[in-house]
């Protein structure tokens, strides 16, 4: 019997020492397999058989202790080890690691599998996928662009296709306004000489006077029906205002930009290419004594720059004009600032605003600017947008913001109109802030605009610092949208888990249900982007192992050799 038992021992010493090598050999077989997870072997006793039970001590005798034999070994667990291995930098930006606990999720023949190994690619309808054409679950987008949470699909990353065109709804100002300044008292003035209503020059031309009534102080008629008002090289500021053309007449035959048959009319047109904002201050108007008055804003980056040269008659024709003599009175006052941005309509199409900020008033209560907004690309004559008001207290802060909603016309554009947008100036970050600055200037500057132009999605990326799993689109357009979103599962007992080919895994009863949650969530870990986890195999302790387990099976082998020679033995002896 014990020659049996020794053979049987050292049988299954042989097996398990086999099987210790198979893991081994395993493990060493994956170091380079991506996110491969070793495995680790534990044997125990297989059978004991009780030859004496024992007893205990008593009066007369000692204590015996049990006699017990062992009948060999077998595999106890063979156990995962779930440890993260080490990230490589790939640079490809569909290789995905996870830095945790976390697996991502993969539809495969439409079964949910996971797996931590993301070295993945796009396939031909845009879908990221694994080696095996397993679909990546994740969240999609609305058409907003916002995250769909909770509701897992295909992860589909379009690139090549375009966006729609964005319209600008909110435009965010930052900067420091000079309150050491000094607040607006007048607007540029210039004046022309006086114009009559008769050719004897004794009757001062009124605004409803017809424009081919008018003459000068020598009796020279003006204009005539037909003629083209040229006004050009014009100033604002630093900015040349565009060339504008008026024609005399009851009818528009020239495609003009206005067109008018009384002084008055022709007054407001001067007005509103000049973007006189008459609600705040100035204008353009005839006094009592025929003198043409041309007022501009307050606010130095208001100023008005024209002279006799800016307005002609048929111009660049043998019968070129200057029907008013312009004379420079004075120029605008009033500490001020000035910036322009661009900004989109629902086309995509560009829209730049001019914005100027003016120091209105000072009290003992603080400070008050006056903001007025224009655009070239407004489809009216007038570039005035219209203005508001923004009052600071006594530390500079601003406490009121009046009038901060504007609208921008884009009749006949195909554009959505009018196309309506919110200004502000108290963003945590960058507030508009009065203050003196000790350097007595002012500056403004617009740091957010929330509109786009159409664009193709160019590429996408995985931000690394949130880890959140969230695709970035990168758009031709300069902008960024949200595609959709990687989760990660977790599981209660993941050494649970069932290892399936193509480095995926099911869930068993053993490891629980998947909670799939988003990444950086939960405990399951970051996604990092351009990165693979590498095998978390350690080769010094595989070949250690090795080494042991090729020990113990040439010992088990010596112990089944010495047996079989010692039944040979006694069978010679029995025969």
């Known amino acids: 019997m014990g020659l049996t038992t020794a053979l049987y021992t050292s049988l299954s010493g042989l097996d398990a020492n086999s099987q210790a090598i198979t893991v081994t050999g395993n493990n060493i077989a994956n170091v380079n397999t991506t996110a491969y997870k070793s495995?680790?072997?534990?044997?125990?006793?297989?059978?004991?058989?009780?030859?004496?039970?024992?007893?205990?001590?008593?009066?007369?005798?000692?204590?015996?202790?049990?006699?017990?034999?062992?009948?060999?070994?077998?595999?106890?667990?063979?156990?995962?080890?779930?440890?993260?291995?080490s990230?490589?930098?790939?640079?490809?930006?569909?290789?995905?690691?996870?830095?945790?606990?976390?697996?991502?999720?993969?539809?495969?023949?439409?079964?949910?599998?996971y797996t931590r190994a993301g070295n993945f690619s796009l396939d031909a309808d845009f879908r990221l996928v694994n080696s095996d054409g397993g679909l990546v679950?994740?969240?999609?987008?609305?058409?907003?662009?916002?995250?769909?949470?909770?509701?897992?699909?295909?992860?589909?990353?379009?690139?090549?296709?375009?966006?729609?065109?964005?319209?600008?709804?909110?435009?965010?100002?930052?900067?420091v306004l000079n309150s050491g300044g000094d607040p607006a008292t007048q607007g540029s003035l210039h004046t022309a000489d006086a114009i009559y209503s008769d050719?004897?020059?004794?009757?001062?031309?009124?605004?409803?006077?017809?424009?081919?009534?008018?003459?000068?102080?020598?009796?020279?008629?003006?204009f005539e029906?037909?003629?083209?008002?040229?006004v050009t090289d014009a100033r604002k500021g630093g900015t040349t205002i565009p060339t504008k053309t008026f024609e005399v007449g009851p009818d528009n035959t020239t495609a003009s930009d206005a067109h008018g048959t009384s002084l008055q009319e022709m007054m407001d047109f001067f007005r509103d290419l000049l973007g006189i904002d008459t609600d705040v201050n100035g204008g353009v108007s005839i006094d009592v004594d025929g003198v043409l008055n041309f007022e501009g804003n307050i606010g130095e980056d208001n100023n008005l720059s024209l002279d006799t040269s800016s307005i002609f008659v048929n111009k660049d024709t043998p019968d070129q004009t200057n029907p008013f003599m312009i004379e420079r009175k004075?120029?605008?006052?009033?500490?001020?600032?000035?910036?322009?941005?661009?900004?989109?309509?629902?086309?995509?199409?560009?829209?730049?605003?001019?914005?100027?900020?003016?120091?209105?008033?000072?009290?003992?209560?603080?400070t008050t600017w006056r903001f007025m907004l224009q655009s070239e690309d407004d489809s009216d004559l007038s570039p005035v947008l219209g203005n508001g008001s923004a009052v600071f207290d006594t530390n500079g802060r601003l406490v009121t913001l009046?009038?901060?909603?504007?609208?921008?016309?884009?009749?006949?554009?195909?554009?959505?109109?009018?196309?309506?947008?919110?200004?502000?100036?108290?963003?945590?970050?960058?507030?508009?802030?009065a203050v003196n600055d000790g350097q007595g200037t002012s500056q403004i500057t617009a740091f957010f605009q929330d509109g786009f132009a159409g664009g193709t999605l160019d590429d996408f990326t995985f931000d690394p610092k949130v880890g959140n799993g969230e695709i970035v689109g990168l758009y031709s357009n300069g902008t960024t949208k949200v595609l959709g979103q990687v989760p990660l599962a977790s599981f209660v007992n993941p050494l649970g888990l069932r290892e399936v080919s193509g480095n995926l895994y099911r869930e068993t009863l053993a490891s629980g249900i998947a909670?799939?949650?988003?990444?950086?969530?939960?405990?399951?870990?970051?996604?990092?982007?351009?990165?693979?986890?590498?095998?978390?195999?350690?080769?010094?302790?595989?070949?250690?192992?090795?080494?042991?387990?090729?020990?113990?099976?040439?010992?088990?082998?010596?112990?089944?050799?010495?047996?079989e020679r010692l039944i040979q033995e006694l069978l010679a002896t029995i025969r």
């Open 39 to 85: 495995s680790r072997i534990s044997f125990e006793t297989q059978i004991s058989e009780l030859i004496s039970g024992g007893s205990g001590p008593s009066a007369e005798a000692g204590g015996t202790n049990p006699i017990q034999v062992g009948l060999g070994t077998r595999i106890g667990s063979v156990t995962r080890n779930f440890e993260n291995g």
């Open 87 to 113: 990230l490589q930098t790939t640079g490809v930006n569909t290789d995905l690691a996870v830095e945790g606990n976390g697996f991502f999720v993969v539809d495969l023949n439409g079964t949910s599998h």
């Open 137 to 175: 679950q994740g969240y999609s987008v609305d058409e907003n662009f916002d995250l769909i949470d909770g509701v897992l699909g295909n992860i589909r990353i379009p690139l090549g296709t375009q966006t729609l065109a964005q319209k600008t709804e909110t435009i965010k100002f930052s900067g």
């Open 199 to 222: 050719a004897t020059a004794t009757a001062p031309a009124l605004a409803t006077d017809a424009l081919d009534s008018l003459f000068d102080v020598d009796g020279n008629m003006l």
């Open 225 to 230: 029906t037909g003629d083209i008002v040229t």
């Open 330 to 366: 004075h120029d605008s006052d009033g500490t001020s600032a000035a910036t322009t941005v661009v900004a989109f309509d629902s086309l995509g199409n560009e829209l730049v605003l001019g914005m100027s900020i003016v120091y209105e008033d000072r009290s003992d209560l603080g």
């Open 402 to 433: 009046n009038n901060s909603s504007f609208t921008i016309d884009r009749n006949d554009t195909g554009a959505f109109t009018p196309q309506i947008f919110e200004v502000e100036f108290d963003d945590p970050d960058n507030a508009v802030s």
């Open 515 to 563: 909670s799939v949650v988003k990444a950086n969530t939960a405990g399951t870990g970051r996604v990092i982007g351009g990165a693979l986890e590498l095998a978390n195999v350690d080769l010094s302790q595989e070949f250690i192992n090795l080494i042991t387990a090729s020990t113990g099976f040439t010992a088990n082998s010596r112990v089944f050799s010495t047996s």
